[in-house]
């Protein structure tokens, strides 16, 4: 079983950057595929990004090519997402998720993933 963890959230104005935390217990990163999700009020569930540690690959939404990274620090097991130039369409409860086998061609999939975390607010101010 894996546990994961989000840490991070908070309120920053647009144009600013937050740096999201994903820790996992269980299992190492290394032995999985991690991805981010997001849920605004409202809306469904949406694909941010996905790292494949066998691959070596990521994925990223196009609303956010350019803007965030996922980073690693493999010593704490855990998985960053380093979100900058925040916009206004950004706001969400932010997800980690994690499978031991995901298939990458469905990476942007939420049910690809088995394990999840509690989700940590971003709140961003014009």
């Known amino acids: 079983q894996v546990q994961l963890v989000e840490s991070g959230g908070g309120l920053v104005q647009a144009g600013g950057s937050l740096r999201l935390s994903c820790a996992a217990s269980?299992?190492?990163?290394?032995?999985?595929?991690i991805s981010w999700f997001r849920q605004a009020p409202g809306k469904e569930r949406e694909f941010v990004l996905a790292?494949?540690?066998?691959?070596?690959?990521?994925a990223y939404a196009d609303s956010v090519k350019g803007r965030f990274t996922i980073t690693t620090d493999i010593a704490k097991n855990t998985v960053y997402l380093q979100m900058n130039n925040l916009k206004p369409e950004d706001p969400a409860v932010y997800y980690c998720?994690?499978?031991?086998?995901?298939?990458?061609?469905?990476?942007?999939?939420?049910?690809?993933?088995?394990?999840w975390g509690q989700g940590t607010q971003v709140t961003v101010s014009s």
């Open positions: 998720a994690a499978s031991s086998i995901v298939d990458w061609t469905r990476a942007y999939d939420s049910t690809e993933y088995a394990y």
């Open positions: 269980g299992r190492t990163f290394t032995r999985l595929s």
């Open positions: 790292l494949s540690w066998r691959g070596g690959r990521t």
